[in-house]
């Protein structure tokens, strides 16, 4: 069965209110949905615009607007919920702050279903500003999402670049990874993708990147952002030469759409130019000779 993914280069805005944020939000989810896009997955951090409703000693501020942001918490599910539900689709929110029983703050990635339940994914390798500057404490637990259109799993930003996270979810049938992603240089942005491309090779599984694009001067989080949104695949017979299903212009803001086929990588794990699903055992093999 294919599926119609829609993945988000969206922008920071600055909020005058929470209905403007609730407005905004409905129009992406509902121009996606119109447009057939059953998995729809936002960037990292988008939802860091929401410190702008808390006024500048405290969206200026990297403590505080943590603090601030818990006490729209339950309205930002309550709003994706519903979304998901309305529109009868797969929403992965991003990421949002959440702050621990123990104080301890993890940047999570909600995923909402169309049937009203409500799951998620814990960042689990922190940037240097996550550790250093803004002590967000990593996640512990790495899952795996059973949904209508098949297994996927969820790797935020820079969890991505590292290739044994990936791979336990694809060992536990992922076939599609999800990454939203947040760069402030092009490098970064670039160390993210070339990550995408470098798991949707090796596991032979489909990667999907959203960025979070725009300039945010206000904002002491997200005050700059660099990206294309995209969809990569396997580099094999039956998919684009380069990899790349469909990708979006650097910085646009826009929605990124593709359809993809999960059934087919059974297939092309079985059946492709090359194993490198299959091969992976084989790295421990060799032993290195000094």
Request: net charge negative; proline share 3%.
């Amino acid at each position: 069965m294919n599926v119609k993914i829609a993945t988000a280069q969206y922008d920071i805005s600055f909020l005058a209110n929470w209905q403007e944020y609730v407005d905004k939000a409905t129009r992406w989810v509902r121009e996606a949905a119109s447009q057939g896009a059953k998995i729809l997955l936002f960037p990292e951090y988008h939802s860091m615009e929401l410190a702008s409703l808390f006024g500048q000693d405290v969206y200026s501020s990297l403590d505080r607007q943590l603090d601030a942001m818990q006490a729209v918490h339950d309205d930002f599910v309550s709003l994706f919920k519903g979304l998901a539900g309305h529109h009868q689709c797969l929403i992965q929110a991003g990421t949002f702050p959440v702050r621990l029983e123990s104080g301890a703050y993890h940047n999570r990635a909600y995923l909402f279903f169309a049937d009203g339940r409500v799951d998620y994914q814990d960042k689990l390798m922190m940037t240097r500003f996550e550790n250093e500057q803004w002590h967000i404490n990593s996640g512990t637990e790495l899952k795996v999402f059973s949904t209508d259109y098949g297994k996927l799993a969820i790797n935020i930003c820079y969890d991505s670049e590292f290739p044994l996270l990936a791979r336990q979810q694809v060992e536990a049938g992922a076939d599609l990874i999800l990454v939203p992603s947040c760069t402030d240089t092009l490098a970064g942005y670039h160390r993210v993708k070339i990550g995408c491309q470098a798991r949707a090779l090796e596991n032979q599984c489909y990667v999907v990147q959203a960025c979070l694009v725009g300039e945010a001067p206000w904002s002491e989080a997200v005050d700059v952002n660099i990206g294309a949104s995209a969809v990569y695949t396997p580099v094999d017979r039956g998919y684009p030469d380069n990899g790349v299903l469909a990708a979006g212009e650097l910085n646009a803001v826009q929605w990124v759409y593709a359809e993809v086929a999960l059934a087919g990588i059974a297939t092309v794990r079985a059946q492709g130019q090359v194993f490198n699903y299959r091969d992976w055992p084989l790295q421990t093999r060799p032993v290195l000779v000094p």
